[in-house]
């Protein structure tokens, strides 16, 4: 009885490779919204003003940001929760393929919110005379509770490897 109970839980494992094939249409969706973004711009990039076309600039970058975030989450959540990627030896192999843990990958993510919201941040500063400075407040704070938590992230980790 026991080994049907442990089997059958280290098969539903499997239950998540679904869900990270929805990743990959999440990142289709995303590609699909980048380029549309590409071809509402370029017809009017004379029109805009420098400060306009940087935030459509900085909106780009957010969704290539979200867009390796997908990447790596897909990728290495599938590695370490589902089963190892067999990638030909000849091919293409991404450096990071295979040496990201659970906790590396937690970090990863972490950084990559505080990247997310740094550009943000940046896209609401540049906007600044247009909104309001509790909004701007409430902002910068939420964006400071994400760089202190990776922060806080990030030590406990090297705390706990350190008392390993």
Known sequence: MERLLENSMYAARWLLAPIYLGLSLALLALSLKFFQEIFHILPHVFEKTEADLILVLLSLID????????????????????????????????????????????????????????????????DAQNIENTKIMWYVVLHMTFVISAFAMGYLDKMTKHDH
Do not use: C, P, T
């Open 63 to 126: 969704m290539s940001l979200v867009g390796g975030l997908l990447v790596m989450v897909m990728i290495s959540g599938y590695e370490n929760f589902v089963s190892q990627l067999d990638i030909d030896d000849g091919k293409e192999k991404l450096s990071w393929l295979g040496k990201m843990d659970s906790g590396s990958l937690k970090m990863k993510v972490a950084a990559s919110i505080v990247a997310i919201s740094s550009i943000h941040l940046l896209r609401i500063f540049m």
